[in-house]
T-cell receptor, first 111, second 113 residues
Framework: EDQVTQSPEALRLQEGESSSLNCSYT??????LFWYRQDPGKGPEFLFT???AGEEKEKERLKATLTKKESFLHITAPKPEDSATYLC????????????FGPGTRLSVLP | NAGVTQTPKFQVLKTGQSMTLQCAQD?????MSWYRQDPGMGLRLIHY???????DQGEVPNGYNVSRSTTEDFPLRLLSAAPSQTSVYFC????????????FGEGSWLTVV
């Protein structure tokens, strides 16, 4: 069964304090791994897609990396506006039809 | 460009009542789906559609019905609401069955009392 877990469940950082969020997955036939940002009261917003081990993507203070078993979302010198829940999802299945989402990591960045 | 639009944003129902959550997308996407999001759990797929006239069940379909008469619209019907259906519901679309970027609506907060 395809599964995605995320850790930690919640993370509090001081502004400027860099850290990483983890997404671990077990899936047959990975088609892609996705990171989404979700603000309170909003729908998830797409951030990155990673397709193969060793791949990296960057956007402002965020960098996503992928290995064969997990992905990391590195946050460098975060700001309060980076506070959100970050969701990880994997696309799998013979035709890429299955998406499995993790429960998310709730990030709070304090000024 | 509105993307994926859901209504209503908030709804309170009594047990046994029925209602429809509306969803529309203006990106001409073939694939649309409904998810529910509960605390501590990932988004779970309720129903999906790969095109007009074609729907199928996801992971948690019981108590919900869907139909897809047009490419743009994909309503979700709760037949007889139960407290276990208290949740946040998200409509989503992507460009095809294997299309990989999912676009989400803003969510519908449903409370069943």
């Amino acid at each position: 069964e395809d599964q995605v877990t995320q850790s930690p469940e919640a993370l509090r950082l001081q502004e400027g304090e860099s850290s990483s969020l983890n997404c671990s997955y077990t899936v047959s036939g990975l088609r892609g791994l996705f990171w989404y940002r979700q603000d309170p009261g909003k729908g998830p917003e797409f951030l990155f897609t990673l397709y193969s081990a060793g791949e990296e993507k960057e956007k402002e203070r965020l960098k996503a990396t992928l290995t064969k078993k997990e992905s990391f979302l590195h946050i460098t010198a975060p700001k309060p506006e980076d506070s959100a829940t970050y969701l990880c999802a994997v696309q799998a299945g013979n035709y890429g039809q299955n998406f499995v989402f993790g429960p998310g990591t709730r990030l709070s960045v304090l000024p | 460009n509105a993307g994926v639009t859901q209504t209503p944003k908030f709804q309170v129902l009594k047990t046994g009542q029925s209602m429809t959550l509306q969803c529309a997308q203006d990106m001409n996407h073939e694939y649309m789906s409904w998810y529910r999001q509960d605390p501590g759990m990932g988004l779970r797929l309720i129903h999906y559609s790969v095109g007009a006239g074609i729907t199928d069940q996801g992971e948690v379909p019981n108590g919900y019905n869907v139909s897809r008469s047009t490419t743009e619209d994909f309503p979700l019907r709760l037949l007889s609401a139960a407290p276990s259906q208290t949740s946040v519901y998200f409509c989503a679309s992507r460009s095809g069955f294997s299309g990989n970027t999912i676009y989400f609506g803003e969510g519908s907060w449903l409370t069943v009392v």
